[in-house]
């Protein structure tokens, strides 16, 4: 199997030899447990990693029995490191991307340097493990098969009240990242702006010992939170179900197609006036041109 020109062997390593690969590898967000056979594997192969703290990942290393080069790669100092971690792939050097935990660029840093790389014609390969948000969803309730990460809502609580705002009508599952010292007041903006009556999960603590899912209204969960005495420690997953869809919009859709459909009619034969109202408004060919038919003859 050829991946962007270099031969991948069974622990994930290029054959090739044609400079280093760049891998984004997933570490555990709590449960140490949780990192992957491949993912040790990648890290105890690799020449250097880029972690966001060297002093959290160097525990993880030696967790493993692992020494390696360590560079600091966080959000201040990115744009400055990614020239030397390229520089290390050009050297035929192979590099390990790791966050304090869970999957790298999922609001942590590490974007520069991916991008960098590819630019620059390295591979980048993922070695895919725990997410906070993939997990905290996983076990919410909460509807799936559309959903909206959002990272961190502003610090600031007329920013973050506006941020609440705009996605006030998003229909797809609202997944944020909170902090434990603005979490209770989040959720009350959440409560002012969503309405209390809106259905949210939160996961606090996500595969540690004190792992909690709140869940229910927002007025529920505020008060599940309150009698908690540990219910704003921690690291949180806030998940806000969806607004419900607008009703209404198909029977306007279908009031402003007879209205095209009407105007149409007397200038062009049935089946180009279905053709055209379908074009512009997106509804069925096949029921415009019946329902074109219909008009006509009433």
Known sequence: ??????????????????????YVVATPI?????????????????????AEDTRHSGRLLSH???????????????????SALIAELAAGRDVALISDAGTPLI?????????????????????PGPCALVAALSAAGLPTDRFLFAGFLPAKRAARRSALESLG??????????????VLDCVQDVA???????????GREITKTFETFY????????????????GSRGEFVLM????????????????????????LLPELPVKKVARIASELTGLSKNELYKRALALKEG
């Not at 340097?113 to 014609?121: C, K, N, T």
């Open 240 to 263: 806000i179900r969806g607004a419900q869809a607008e009703t209404g919009k198909e029977s306007a859709g279908e009031l402003d197609a007879d209205r095209l459909i009407r105007a």
């Open 192 to 202: 002012d702006i969503l309405g209390p009556d809106r259905e949210i999960v939160l």
């Open 30 to 50: 709590g449960n140490l447990d949780d990192l992957s056979p491949r993912a040790t594997r990648t890290l105890a192969r690799v020449d250097v990693v880029a």
């Open 64 to 82: 493993l029995g692992l020494h390696k080069r360590l560079i600091a790669l966080h959000d201040h100092n990115e744009k400055d490191r990614a």
């Open 107 to 127: 609001s942590d840093p590490g974007y520069v340097v991916v991008r960098e790389a590819r630019s620059a014609g390295y591979p980048v390969s993922p070695i």
């Open 215 to 230: 869940s229910g209204t927002v007025s529920v969960v505020q008060e599940a939170m309150e009698t908690d005495p540990h």
């Open 169 to 182: 009508s998003e229909t797809a599952t609202l997944v944020f990242y909170e902090s434990p010292h603005r």
């Open 1 to 22: 199997m050829k991946i962007e020109g270099g031969e991948l062997g069974n622990d994930g390593g290029r054959k090739d030899g044609a400079g280093g690969t760049l």
